[in-house]
T-cell receptor, first 109, second 117 residues
Framework: GQNIDQPTEMTATEGAIVQINCTYQ??????LFWYQQHAGEAPTFLSY??LDGLEEKGRFSSFLSRSKGYSYLLLKELQMKDSASYLC??????????WGAGTKLIIKP | GAVVSQHPSRVICKSGTSVKIECRSL??????MFWYRQFPKKSLMLMAT?????????EQGVEKDKFLINHASLTLSTLTVTSAHPEDSSFYIC?????????????FGPGTRLTVL
């Protein structure tokens, strides 16, 4: 079966750095997305990785290792507004999006 | 970025009634749209893929006669929850990839929160 694993919840301090991991086992791989979702709102796009390596975009970076079936989202200089759920999603060989359950990130002052 | 709208944002209805939710791509054409539902503290669950000009493709376990999907034009897809029951209460979200494929970035509508009394 297809499976995406993320931690259920993480807590970090304002101004700090946090890394949210995502491991996947899917039938084929055609890219991995990270989305941010605030409570009661729709997800918004953060990043897309299809090749191995680190993609940096401002305070957010995303890393992919296809051989390990692993990705992480790195958030730097955390702000209170970063409190949200972070969803990892993989595009499989049929170009279907497989969603993880999301990681709820709690930022404390 | 591309904009997807959804209407209504919130609806409360009585058990047994039908509710229609609209999803529109405002500044691009969407040959494909996706409909999701999300229960509290759970991930998105794909219900169906809406295809302009053809029948929707439903995921396993989703009743096509209960969740009617119509992709009337390149910018509009509708989801009708027929004979709604309290267990249908959920957050319904549509998305559209401007490129038409799931491996493109998805733009999500703001979601519709359905409460069935």
């Amino acid at each position: 079966g297809q499976n995406i694993d993320q931690p259920t919840e993480m807590t970090a301090t304002e101004g700090a750095i946090v890394q949210i991991n995502c491991t996947y086992q899917t039938s084929g791989f055609n890219g991995l997305f990270w989305y941010q979702q605030h409570a009661g709102e729709a997800p918004t796009f953060l990043s897309y990785n299809v090749l191995d390596g680190l993609e940096e975009k401002g305070r957010f970076s995303s890393f992919l290792s296809r051989s390990k079936g692993y990705s992480y989202l790195l958030l730097k200089e955390l702000q209170m507004k970063d409190s949200a759920s972070y969803l990892c999603a993989v595009v499989d060989s049929n170009y279907q999006l497989i969603w993880g359950a999301g990681t709820k990130l709690i930022i404390k002052p | 970025g591309a904009v997807v709208s959804q209407h209504p944002s919130r609806v409360i209805c009585k058990s047994g009634t039908s509710v229609k939710i609209e999803c529109r791509s405002l500044d691009f054409q969407a040959t494909t749209m996706f409909w999701y539902r999300q229960f509290p503290k759970k991930s998105l669950m794909l219900m169906a893929t809406s295809n302009e000009g053809s029948k929707a493709t439903y995921e396993q376990g989703v009743e096509k006669d209960k969740f009617l999907i119509n992709h009337a034009s390149l910018t509009l897809s509708t989801l009708t929850v027929t004979s709604a029951h309290p267990e249908d209460s959920s957050f319904y979200i549509c998305s559209a990839p401007p490129g038409g494929d799931a491996h493109n970035e998805q733009f999500f509508g703001p979601g519709t929160r359905l409460t069935v009394l």
